[in-house]
């Protein structure tokens, strides 16, 4: 059984549209986790939410916007995507606590065209 | 804020060659620290971490790191590679209590069969 899921795999999108990213785990984790990984192959870490609530929240343009409809999901919406989005996306969950250990899933390869 | 720095950007190596990643770390505080491999098109998947304890930590297929507190140092060993440990490798830091795990922009393990 997966942990942590992503869909979809692969997202080719033209410039200016908006996407949606989705993640699921099925680990009963509290908190989740959107990060960035650019073409150096540099993880940055965009959002984390624990229990639907929003924790951390970097630097990230407000055309990215989070969504957490429960505690197993934690979806990512792009609004009027730029080429500099082209990136891969990752998921992760962890229990909460300062021992927990961050899951990730397969990543999301978006690229704007 | 937290940092972690790697210091080889590209090892290449033999099979059977034995291997040693940097990794030091920038954080003011108690520090769990983790390194997560990436094999080529997969997601990030953990091979070992510390919290307390015994400083020399064993992970999954074969690989140990050594805590160094002086040092603020957390190296990854390994003493044979195997051309199946090509992959990318990252160092990652989190405040003791935090949420926010920091990456350092990874090393790539390119191994010679």
């Known amino acids: 059984d997966t942990a942590v899921s992503q869909t979809p795999k692969y997202l080719v999108t033209q410039m200016g549209n908006d996407k949606s990213i989705k993640c699921e785990q099925n680990?009963?984790?509290?908190?989740m986790y959107w990060y960035k990984q650019d073409s150096k192959k540099f993880l940055k870490i965009m959002f984390s939410?624990?229990?639907?609530?929003?924790?951390i929240n970097e630097t990230v343009p407000n055309r990215f916007s989070p969504k957490s409809p429960d505690k197993a999901h934690l979806n990512l919406h792009i609004n009027s995507l730029e080429l500099g989005d082209s990136a891969v996306y990752f998921c992760?969950?962890?229990?909460?606590?300062?021992?927990?250990?961050?899951?990730f899933g397969p990543g999301t390869r978006l690229l704007v065209l | 804020a937290q940092s972690v720095s790697q210091h080889n950007h590209h090892v290449i190596l033999s099979e059977a060659a034995s291997l040693e990643l940097g990794c030091n770390y920038s954080?003011?505080?108690?520090?769990?620290l983790f390194w997560y491999v990436q094999y080529p098109g997969q997601h990030l998947q953990l091979l070992l971490k510390?919290?307390?304890?015994?400083?020399l930590v064993k992970g999954i297929k074969g690989f140990e790191a050594e805590f160094i507190k002086s040092k603020f140092s957390f190296n990854l060993r390994k003493p044979s590679v195997q051309w199946s440990d090509t992959a990318e490798y990252f160092c990652?830091?989190?405040?003791?209590?935090?949420?926010?795990?920091?990456f350092g922009k990874g090393t790539k393990l390119s191994v010679i069969p």
């Open positions: 992760a969950s962890s229990l909460p606590g300062p021992k927990e250990t961050q899951y």
């Open positions: 680990l009963g984790h509290d908190t």
């Open positions: 939410y624990n229990n639907k609530e929003l924790i």
């Open positions: 954080y003011g505080g108690t520090v769990n």
């Open positions: 510390y919290f307390s304890g015994d400083p």
């Open positions: 990652a830091v989190k405040g003791a209590g935090s949420y926010q795990l920091t």
